[in-house]
Nanobody, 125 residues
Framework: QVQLVESGGGLVQAGGSLRLSCAASGRTFSLYAMGWFRQAPGKDREFVATIGRIGGTYYADSVKGRFTISRDNAKNTVSLQMNNLKPEDTAVYYC???????????????????WGQGTQVTVSS
């Protein structure tokens, strides 16, 4: 069982930056691929970024070049650095974990095993 707790959300003006963090419980964090998803009001939850066990990353086209996902296995955390934020980035952001024995990452929501409660990001124009 893994528990995930997100933090770092808030209100920021367009063009600004935020850094989201996700703290995971348990001693096997390094065995999980991690992902960030988001859900805007009235829309389905969508993939944002993912990082595999050994650091491979993949991003949604909408955030590529602006967002960076990283992980610190010693601290059981995964982070999402968000730069040049746009109003369309406004959403609740969720951290997710997927156990896997290899090095791949995952972009499909229903492949993930555990989810955090979400943190709100609001970007004003």
């Amino acid at each position: 069982q893994v528990q995930l707790v997100e933090s770092g959300g808030g209100l920021v003006q367009a063009g600004g930056s935020l850094r989201l963090s996700c703290a995971a419980s348990g001693r096997t964090f390094s065995l999980y691929a991690m992902g960030w998803f988001r859900q805007a009001p009235g829309k389905d939850r969508e993939f944002v970024a993912t990082i595999g066990r050994i650091g491979g990353t993949y991003y949604a086209d909408s955030v590529k070049g602006r967002f960076t996902i990283s992980r610190d296995n010693a601290k059981n955390t995964v982070s999402l650095q968000m730069n040049n934020l746009k109003p369309e980035d406004t959403a609740v952001y969720y951290c997710a974990a997927k156990w896997n024995s290899g090095s791949r990452y995952y972009v499909v929501e229903n492949e993930y095993d555990y989810w955090g409660q979400g943190t709100q990001v609001t970007v004003s124009s």
